[in-house]
């Protein structure tokens, strides 16, 4: 057996207990008894000593010396798997299994401060978090900048100045765009009670048309939205509100874009380096893009509507481009997950000024809510009224994935690149989901970047798809373009 192949049958049971340390995170969100939370610490924690473990076995780096690659495929394997093996191996197993272990427990605490609306209880969890990840980040960078070293975690390749640059680029078209809308008289929103098992029934649906397989997939409810797993076994979950249907069918769309992107990569991949999405970023475009260039647009909103007829029926919303405007609307709110397009780069801009601060040592952890109060304050034009609402809100921190939320915002540069490709090469998109077919443009984006899974690192894939590199300009155009018509501005 040649040193590639003894390499990557090694991989392939790392791949696999990965998948099953994931699934842990899945059950703890969706099914896990309440009382099993010190436990299912310790088994993330012996998780991560058993990854961590065989991510630093020294017969990698011998492997690795000497294997050779007969292909693309087989290069990029390599690739992946010595990035991984470089970076595993300067993080001690014993600062691996304590950061499984404390966000494991500060997942409980935030949870627990959320719901009592309690910032206190969750700062002494959140300090042991954040001093954590500094010192992976300072064991990781050497002498580059710890934050880019974070980020590089889930963005291969992307560093904060650049990120800031475009997100710098961003901001005073969004918050121009914003104020001219809040300007104008609101569309009619909807109102009433909405049965939550039709929602689900109907958010099935939704998730079948967008191309998700529930052989290879299930639906659960969580508080938070997530996707999980690759291949063959890839979960989703949604959430409902009992006056709010919107918040059901876009965040199973939104998870339906991420899962449909794991589905989608060619089954050669699997439980392999590149048997996953490449970065975050990309995997958001696929969520994003989903959500809302397709999902959000007139014409899918016009067959939606008649979903949505059919389901409830009548519900107060007088014809489909008043439904389309009613999705689309533009409104005060202090809820990342349920912005609407124009205002959720906002919240993500917001916290990725304020990550950056904590991890360079500039923001204190006890200053946090402060920070973050004046920052929306600033950003938004009013002022937060409770922690759940404001700091509290996001599960992310207490999970340690700083460096994560950047990639929101470049996925939805990504998202309005590729919409753009993607209509130009598929001129009859919108005529397709007027009646509700997605396949498509599912297609073209299965195709162009689904398929390759981690083979092309993320700006090449992106470059690839749309013949251009990466830019912020396209989502702009596209934002202003919907809205003004919208909106009438």
């Known amino acids: 057996m040649s040193a590639y192949a003894e390499l990557m049958a090694f991989q392939r049971e ?15 969100e969706t099914m896990m008894p309440e009382g099993a939370t010190d436990q299912r610490a ?18 990698i780096g011998d492997w690795l010396e000497i294997a050779k690659a007969a292909n693309d495929v087989e290069a990029a394997n390599l690739r992946q798997i010595k990035r991984s093996y470089t970076r595993t191996l300067k993080v001690p197993a014993k600062l691996a299994a304590e950061l499984a272990k404390t966000t494991s427990l500060a997942h409980r605490v935030w949870a627990d401060a959320r719901a009592n609306e309690d910032v206190a209880a969750f700062l002494p969890m959140l300090d042991k978090v954040v001093a954590l990840r500094r010192e992976e980040a ?4 050497d002498d580059a900048d710890t934050y880019d070293a974070l980020l590089d975690d889930y963005e291969p390749g992307a560093t904060g100045v650049e990120l800031g640059a475009m997100f710098d680029a961003l901001r005073p078209r969004l918050v121009a765009l914003r104020a001219a809308i809040l300007d104008k008289p609101a569309p009619t929103a909807l109102s009433g009670s909405f049965d939550e098992a039709a929602q689900l029934a109907l958010s099935t649906k939704l998730a079948q048309t967008f191309g998700y397989d529930l052989k290879s997939g299930r639906i659960d409810k969580a508080v938070h939205p997530f996707s999980s797993g690759s291949g063959l076994d890839v979960r989703i979950t949604t959430r409902t509100e009992e006056r709010d249907p919107f918040n059901c069918f876009y965040s199973t769309i939104h998870e339906v874009g991420h899962a449909c992107y794991e589905q989608g990569v060619d089954k050669q991949h699997l439980l392999t380096p590149l048997g996953g999405g490449v970065s975050m970023g990309v995997h958001e475009s696929q969520s994003r893009i989903y959500e809302n260039q397709l999902a959000r647009s007139e014409a899918f909103t016009g067959w939606l509507y008649g979903q949505m007829r059919d389901a409830f029926g009548d519900f107060g919303i007088a014809d489909a481009r008043a439904f389309y405007a009613c999705v689309n609307r533009v409104t005060d709110g202090f809820i990342r997950t349920e912005a609407d397009e124009v205002q959720y780069n906002l919240h993500v801009l917001l916290r990725f000024d304020l990550e950056r601060a904590l991890m360079s040592g500039d923001l204190a952890v006890a200053d946090l809510e402060a920070a973050w109060n004046d920052r929306f304050l600033s950003d938004f034009g009013y002022a937060v009224d409770k922690p759940s609402n404001g700091v509290l809100q996001d599960v992310h921190w207490s999970e340690g994935l700083f460096g994560y939320f950047p990639t929101y915002t470049l996925g939805n540069v990504y998202a309005g690149c590729l919409n753009t490709a993607m209509r130009t090469a598929v001129p009859a998109v919108d005529a397709d989901l007027a009646n509700g077919d997605t396949g498509a443009a599912t297609g073209w984006l299965r195709e162009n970047v689904q398929r390759f899974g981690g ?27 919907k809205f003004s018509d919208i909106y009438d501005l």
Request: charged share 25%; aromatic share 4%; glycine share 6%.
């Open 455 to 481: 083979l092309y690192e993320p700006k090449d894939l992106i470059t690839r798809a749309t013949g251009a590199a990466p830019s912020e300009a396209p989502l702009l155009d596209y934002l202003e373009a």
């Open 138 to 141: 300072a064991a990781v960078a």
């Open 42 to 59: 310790e088994e993330h924690g012996a998780m991560a000593n058993v990854l961590h473990a065989r991510r630093i076995d020294p017969r």
């Open 14 to 28: 790392t791949e696999a207990l990965s998948q099953v340390a994931g699934r842990l995170g899945w059950d703890q």
